[in-house]
C-alpha cells in the first residue's frame, strides 16, 4: 500500500501562498523539457502560488513584456508528449552582461518572481547561479535608478534559484541521467536499426556520427545497445595503430558471415594526439585497406527531435515536482541546487559543486588524462565503457585462460543460458552478452531451447561467438521460453545436466523464472547435479520480481503503452469530450499502469496495491466532469488487468459511461500483447546486456570458488542468487532469503518503491492528495553521489 499522510500536514509543508515561480528552458532544446515545466506548472499552482512562463529563455526574460506571462492549469495540457520546448529557448550574450541582467532582473521585480525554475546545460544554470549571486546589489541599483522603490527591493529580496538539466549528451556531472537522453538514444537506435536492414542487403559498411562535441554518452550507449563493432568517443582517444586494428576486426567479421560493419563516431572524436577522427576520415580508411562498400550517415538534429520516450517523461514530471518543492523550502541561505536522478530517487545537490565537476571532466581531458575523465562521468558512464570492451573485442585462443596445475579455474567450464516465462523485449541482448562474455572468460556456452521444458527434453546445443550476432536488437525470445516450472521433471533436468556435463547456469525471466531457480536450489539436497552456481537475471514486462526495482522489458513495454495512449489523447482531441478506459499488462503488480499513467498524463489509475471501491469510481468520474468544464475535453483512465476481480474493465467503462451521460462518451481498449513491444528499447538493450555480463563474471568467480578435486560442488545460500537492480547498484541476493520480501499468491514483492510515485500522477491530474515530503530528495553533496579515490 501507498504511504499516506495527513492532509493538514501535507498543506503546512507545501503551502505555496503569496509566492510566484518562473520558468523558462534555455539552451539546446531536448525532449522532455516539456513534460519539465508542465510539472512546475501543475506542482506550482496545486500548492498556491503563481507560476509565470518564461518564454525564449533568458531572452525573454531580458525583454520582458509578452514573454513574461502567467501560466494556467490549461495552459499545459497536450504539452507532455511534445518534444522541443513550447515555451521556446534561444542563446542570450545580452543576459552574460551586467546590464541584461539589470534588465532581466527588473523584469522579475514587476511580476513578483523571486523562485526561478531553469531547465538547460551547465552554462544556463552557471549563468541562473550568477544572476542569484548579483541579485540583491541588481536590486540596489535598481532602486537607485528609480525603476522600483524600497519597498519592491525589500519584498524581492531573496531570489532562489533550482536547476534541471536538459541536455541530450548526457555530459552533467552530479545525475545518472539528464532529461532528453534516453529519447536521443530512441532516436539513434531507430537510425541504426532501418541502416542495417539495408547495409545486410548490400553487404555494406556504416559509419554514423551521433552528438557529443565533449562527451560520448550517446555513441558508447547507443554502440553497445547495437552491438556496433567500433566506437570512437572524446573519453577514450585510440592508440596509435587504431586504423589497422579496426580494420582487421571489419575484416575479421566479414570472413565470419557477417554482412554488415557498423561504426559509431562521437562527433568530438579524438586521437591521442587530440586531432579530430571524422567520418569521412573513416570512411576513405575502410575503402582504401579494406575496399568494403562504406556510407557516413550523419544524424545531427534528429536525434533532439521527436516525442519524448517514457523514461524522459517520467524523469522531467518527478524533477519539476522536485524543483518546486526545493523552491518552496529554500531559504537565504540555501545554495542553489540542481534536482537531479540518482538510482531511482530524486535528489538535490549543490549547482555549482556538479558545474564544477562537469568542468573538471573537460580539465582532465585537456591533460590528457582520459582515466580519470571517464571516473568523473560517474559509475554508470564507467560500467557502460568496461562493458563495451568486455563484449567487442573476441580474445584469441591463445589469450584465453587455460589449466594450471590441473584445475581448469576459469576455462572447460560448461555454461547453460535459458529463458524462462513469458518473452520480454531485451532477452536476446542479455543471452548475447552472456554467451559473449562466458566464452571470453574461457566457458563453454551451452543454449536451452524453450525454456526448463526444453532443458528435460534435451534440447541443449553448444552455441559460439558468431550464433549471436546481431541479436541486440530483436525483441522476443530467439531462444523460446515457456512458463513450466521444473519441480516434476528433476529427474529429467538432472540428467540433462550430467550428460552435458553443465557446471553452472544462468536463467534469464520473469516470476517462473525466480520460482524455477528456488525449486532447484531446494532440490540440492536430492540431486548432487543442482549443486552448482545458478543465477537468475529478472526479465518481464510486469516489473514484478522481488530482489530488483526494475526488470529487463518493463522499459519497452512502458513505451508500448505510451505511444499508445498518445495515439488514443490524438484521436479524443479530434472529438468533443471523450474518456478512454485502457486495460493494461502486469499480472497483480500496477507497475504498467501507474508509471505509464504517470507518462500518459492519465486522470485515474486503478491497482490490486492501492484498493478502490464505488465512492472511489464516483469520485473519479465527477472529477472528469469537473475537467470537461475547464476545455480539456478529454480524458484518460488506465486499468491494471487484475486491480478488481469485480471492478472489470467493463464494469468501469459501463459506470464511466452512464454517469458521464450528457458531459462526455466513452471508449475502452484492451492493450494485450502489443505491450510486449517489438524491438527492445535502448535501455532494455543497454540493461540486459550489462546485467548479463555481470552475471556470467559472477559465475566464473563461484565457479573457482566451488572447483574441488576435480569437479564443482557448490550448495550454499549465496551460489543460487537473483542478480537485481536495487537503486543504482546490480546486487546479487540468494533466492531463499528473498522468500520473506514475496507476496507469492499474487506474485509481486511486499514492497515496491513505484508506488510513491502515485501520488505525482495525482496531483498532476489536479487531485487533492497527500504527498509523504520525506520522500523528497534533501540537499545532498555530490561527494555523495560520485565518490573521490582515496
Not at 549563468?127 to 541579485?135: D, K, M, S, V
Request: charged letters at 25%; glycine letters at 10%; aromatic letters at 8%.
Amino acid at each position: 500500500m501507498a504511504k499516506r499522510q495527513d492532509t493538514k500536514k501535507f498543506f503546512e509543508n507545501l503551502s505555496g501562498s503569496g509566492k510566484s515561480i518562473g520558468v523558462l528552458t534555455s539552451g539546446g532544446d531536448a525532449q522532455g523539457m516539456n513534460a519539465a515545466v508542465r510539472a512546475v506548472v501543475r506542482m506550482g499552482i496545486y500548492v498556491g502560488a503563481k507560476v509565470y512562463f518564461i518564454h525564449e529563455g533568458y531572452q525573454g526574460m531580458v525583454d520582458g513584456g509578452e514573454n513574461i506571462e502567467e501560466a494556467s492549469w490549461e495552459s499545459v495540457s497536450s504539452m507532455l508528449q511534445v518534444g522541443g520546448t513550447v515555451i521556446g529557448s534561444a542563446r542570450c550574450k545580452e543576459f552574460r552582461s551586467h546590464e541584461g541582467r539589470l534588465k532581466a532582473a527588473h523584469h522579475l521585480v514587476q511580476h513578483g518572481i523571486t523562485n526561478l525554475c531553469v531547465i538547460g546545460g551547465d552554462g544556463s544554470l552557471t549563468g541562473a547561479n550568477l544572476f542569484r549571486e548579483e541579485w540583491s546589489g541588481l536590486l540596489e541599483e535598481l532602486v537607485q535608478q528609480g525603476l522600483i522603490d524600497q519597498e519592491a527591493a525589500q519584498n524581492n529580496s531573496e531570489l532562489h534559484i533550482v536547476g534541471m538539466v536538459g541536455s541530450i549528451d548526457n555530459d552533467f556531472c552530479g545525475t545518472d541521467m539528464t532529461i532528453g537522453t534516453d529519447s536521443a538514444l530512441h532516436r539513434i537506435i531507430e537510425v541504426v536499426d532501418a541502416i542495417m536492414t539495408t547495409a545486410q542487403s548490400h553487404q555494406r559498411t556504416f559509419v554514423l556520427e551521433v552528438m557529443g562535441r565533449h562527451c560520448g554518452y550517446l555513441a558508447l550507449v547507443s554502440a553497445l545497445a547495437c552491438g556496433a563493432d567500433w566506437v570512437l568517443i572524446p573519453e577514450m582517444p585510440p592508440e596509435d595503430g587504431w586504423e589497422e586494428q579496426m580494420c582487421q576486426k571489419l575484416s575479421e567479421n566479414r570472413a565470419g558471415k557477417k554482412r554488415l560493419n557498423i561504426i559509431i563516431v562521437a562527433e568530438g572524436a579524438i586521437d591521442c594526439h587530440n586531432k579530430p577522427i571524422t567520418t569521412e576520415y573513416i570512411k576513405d580508411l575502410v575503402v582504401r585497406c579494406l575496399g568494403f562498400d562504406t556510407r557516413v550517415t550523419i544524424l545531427g538534429h534528429v536525434q533532439r527531435g521527436g516525442t519524448p520516450s517514457a523514461f524522459d517523461r517520467i524523469l522531467a514530471s518527478r524533477m519539476g515536482v522536485e524543483a518546486v518543492l526545493a523552491l518552496l523550502e529554500a531559504s537565504a541561505t540555501t545554495p542553489a541546487c540542481v534536482v537531479s536522478l540518482c538510482g531511482n530517487q530524486a535528489v538535490r545537490l549543490p549547482l555549482m559543486e556538479c558545474v564544477q565537476m562537469t568542468q573538471d571532466v573537460q580539465k582532465a581531458m585537456d591533460e590528457k588524462n582520459f582515466e580519470e575523465a571517464v571516473r568523473l562521468r560517474g559509475r554508470s558512464f564507467e560500467n557502460n565503457l568496461n562493458t563495451y570492451k568486455l563484449l567487442s573485442f573476441r580474445k584469441a585462443d591463445s589469450e584465453l585462460p587455460h589449466e594450471e596445475n590441473g584445475s581448469p579455474y576459469n576455462s572447460s567450464f560448461n555454461v547453460a543460458v535459458l529463458n524462462v516465462g513469458a518473452p520480454a523485449a531485451g532477452m536476446n541482448a542479455a543471452v548475447r552478452s552472456a554467451v559473449r562474455v562466458g566464452i571470453s572468460e574461457g566457458h563453454k556456452m551451452f543454449a536451452v531451447n524453450d525454456g526448463f521444458e526444453g532443458f528435460y527434453k534435451g534440447q541443449i546445443k553448444e552455441i559460439k561467438w558468431g550464433d549471436v550476432g546481431g541479436w541486440t536488437g530483436q525483441g522476443g525470445s530467439i531462444l523460446g521460453t515457456k512458463r513450466t516450472l521444473p519441480a516434476k521433471y528433476l529427474d529429467k533436468i538432472a540428467e540433462q545436466i550430467r550428460i552435458h556435463n553443465i557446471n553452472a547456469l544462468l536463467v534469464i525471466g520473469g516470476f517462473e523464472a525466480f520460482l524455477g531457480v528456488m525449486e532447484l536450489s531446494a532440490a540440492r539436497e536430492k540431486y548432487n547435479e543442482f549443486c552448482v552456481p545458478m543465477v537468475m537475471v529478472p526479465a518481464t514486462v510486469s516489473n514484478n520480481i522481488p530482489g530488483s526495482d526494475l526488470s529487463i522489458g518493463a522499459d519497452t513495454a512502458l513505451n508500448a503503452i505510451t505511444d499508445t495512449c498518445d495515439r488514443i489523447k490524438q484521436s479524443a482531441s479530434g472529438t468533443k469530450r471523450r474518456v478512454f478506459i485502457i486495460e493494461t499488462m502486469g499480472g497483480y503488480c500496477g507497475y504498467l499502469a501507474s508509471v505509464g499513467g504517470l507518462a500518459a498524463g492519465a486522470d485515474a489509475v486503478y491497482i490490486y496495491e492501492e484498493p478502490f471501491d464505488i465512492r472511489d469510481l464516483q469520485s473519479n468520474v465527477e472529477h472528469l466532469t469537473e475537467k470537461m468544464k475547464t476545455g480539456i475535453q478529454r480524458g484518460l483512465v488506465l486499468r491494471n488487468e487484475n486491480s478488481n476481480v469485480n471492478f472489470t474493465t467493463d464494469f468501469i467503462y459501463q459506470l464511466y459511461s452512464e454517469e458521464g451521460k450528457g458531459v462526455f462518451d466513452c471508449r475502452k481498449n484492451v492493450l494485450g500483447h502489443m505491450q510486449q513491444g517489438g524491438a527492445p528499447s535502448p535501455f532494455d538493450r543497454n540493461f540486459g546486456t550489462k546485467i548479463s555480463a555481470k552475471a556470467i563474471q559472477w559465475i566464473s568467480k563461484k565457479l573457482k570458488e566451488s572447483y574441488k578435486e576435480g569437479k564443482v560442488f557448490a550448495n550454499t545460500e549465496d551460489t543460487a542468487c537473483l542478480l537485481g537492480m536495487r537503486r543504482r547498484a546490480l546486487v546479487f541476493q540468494p533466492v531463499v532469503q528473498l522468500k520473506e520480501e514475496t507476496d507469492f499468491v499474487h506474485r509481486i514483492p511486499k514492497e515496491q518503491w513505484w508506488l510513491k510515485l502515485r501520488p505525482l500522477m495525482k496531483i498532476l491530474a489536479k487531485y487533492k492528495t497527500s504527498y509523504d515530503v520525506s520522500d523528497s530528495g534533501q540537499l545532498e553533496h555530490v561527494t555523495r553521489i560520485r565518490p573521490k579515490k582515496d
